[in-house]
């Protein structure tokens, strides 16, 4: 209705209904509403009163408004810096004021036009119908009922209808026109005075008693997080990896004990025709003579795979019975033994499965292939080196955590086990200058958790860390 009455703000008849609103102002009582407590109303405006609930929901949806526009700029703080809430709270006190005066010239929606407008919405159609879910789903969103937001397109449709029948108006009232002519030749002088703060600092005196009371009143604006100092040392793979050594035979001796790790399995490039049969002996049967009509076939000349396009019941016939690559255990053992046990281009005698009756081609034979000690010794040197860093982790780990104690220096034992040693300065849980290892949620956890003077046993922080 804002948006009507600004619309129509040249209007004659519109400008006079804002002058009873600005008038209005003057009448009705709005105090500090952001402190009252939810049982009173925010204003009470011609009768009616606007509740704590209303006016939360509405600055609410005012603030997401303003938060899409604005690409989520606008927090609340600024906000209420701005005076958004009494924006919102004179939005709605125009809205009752107007929807007073629609209800004193009864104005009102029927029902079922209210039902028509919904359900024509394109918001709430899918397929071109109004869905029921959609239109619950979309008001969730927004925080509102079914009955709230009918209520407020009742009201919207309401405050459209007077703005019309305010326009048709052909002159305006006598008593309007007094009013009118009154605001637009009003004067009125104003008497300001003018308070510095800075000229009354001489007299305001601020002694120890005060300030003690004051700090007293107010400790939690003076209060710091708990902020820790820590010295630590670091050990991890750079501090070990200098001096780990990977000898030609240790290479040879891995290679040998994970020879199977190197090695390549055979493979087979195989085709299947399948003719289904299931436990009735004339099914099988018949299964089987089309198998046996199949193998003669090829015998004969016809390609395998013509002759699996034709008869094969499997999915693999457009495909001329093609099963691709196969390598053990990839298929029904049965099958898995016929096809294994051919020669190259080999065809089998019909197999028996659980499916029915196979017949099966070797196309091609992949044979197990062993990569050599030369092809993978750097592969075998970078596995043992990091075998042994975790092994020269573990071992310093464990001579660190025995002669960690408290009469011992740590930075002279980092120094004797060539480890890493750092000193912070004073810092807070996640705080943002912390790097690297200190940025650990455990290293912090610790940190933390510790009284002055005390050590912690070795934790891993990351992985080799």
């Known amino acids: ?83 958004m809430k009494q924006q919102v709270l004179v939005r709605m006190i125009h809205r009752t004021l107007v929807q007073d005066m629609a209800r004193q010239l009864r104005l009102s929606v029927s029902s079922d036009r209210l039902r028509g407008l919904i359900a024509a919405n394109p918001a709430f159609l899918s397929d071109g119908q109004f869905d029921e879910e959609r239109y619950r789903a979309i008001l969730h969103r927004e925080h509102l009922s079914p009955s709230q937001y009918e209520a407020n397109l009742a009201v919207d449709l309401t405050l459209s209808q007077l703005e019309k029948t305010l326009s048709q108006i052909p002159h305006l009232p006598k008593l309007l026109q007094k009013d009118l002519f009154q605001m637009e030749h009003e004067e009125r002088t104003i008497h300001t005075l003018t308070l510095d703060p800075r000229n009354l600092e001489a007299e305001i005196k601020v002694t120890p008693e005060l300030l003690q009371a004051y700090h007293a009143m107010h400790q939690t604006r003076f209060m710091t997080p708990l902020q820790v100092k820590v010295a630590y040392v670091t050990l991890d793979a750079g501090s070990v990896r200098a001096d780990i050594q990977v000898s030609d035979p240790e290479i040879e001796t891995y290679y040998q004990e994970h020879l199977a790790d190197y090695q390549t399995e055979e493979s087979r490039q195989v085709r299947h025709i399948l003719a289904k049969a299931s436990a009735d002996a004339r099914e099988s049967a018949q299964a089987l003579e089309k198998i046996r009509q199949a193998k003669a076939r090829i015998q004969g000349g016809d390609s395998f795979a013509d002759v699996a396009r034709q008869l094969s019941d499997d999915p693999s016939a457009s495909q001329g019975g093609d099963l691709g690559l196969l390598k053990h255990g990839m298929t029904d053992p049965v099958f898995e033994k016929a096809a294994f046990s051919l020669a190259e281009k080999g065809l089998s005698d019909p197999v028996k499965t659980d499916f029915g009756y196979h017949l099966i081609q070797v196309d091609h034979i992949q044979p197990a292939v062993v990569r050599s000690l030369q092809s993978v010794t750097a592969e075998i040197r970078s596995q043992i080196i990091e075998e042994k860093i975790q092994d020269a982790i573990y071992a310093r780990s464990v001579t660190l955590e025995d002669q960690l104690t408290p009469e011992v220096d740590l930075q002279t034992l980092a120094k004797d086990l060539r480890l890493g040693y750092h000193e912070t300065d004073l810092f807070q849980h996640d705080d943002p200058r912390l790097q690297g290892v200190e940025k650990q949620p455990k290293f912090q956890e610790s940190a933390f958790a510790l009284a002055k003077g005390g050590q912690s046993p070795p934790i891993e922080v990351s992985d080799n860390t």
Request: hydrophobic fraction near 40%; charge should be positive.
């Open 1 to 83: 209705m804002l948006n009507v009455l600004r619309r129509s703000a040249n209007s004659i008849i519109i400008k006079v209904l804002l002058v009873f609103l600005a008038i209005s102002f003057g009448i009705w009582g709005i105090g500090d509403y952001a402190q009252r407590d939810s049982e009173t109303p925010v204003a009470k405006v011609a009768g009616y009163s606007i509740s704590q609930r209303e006016f939360q929901q509405a600055y609410e949806s005012f603030l997401n408004n303003l938060r899409q526009s604005s690409n989520g700029k606008l927090d609340k703080k600024t906000a209420e810096l701005l005076g």
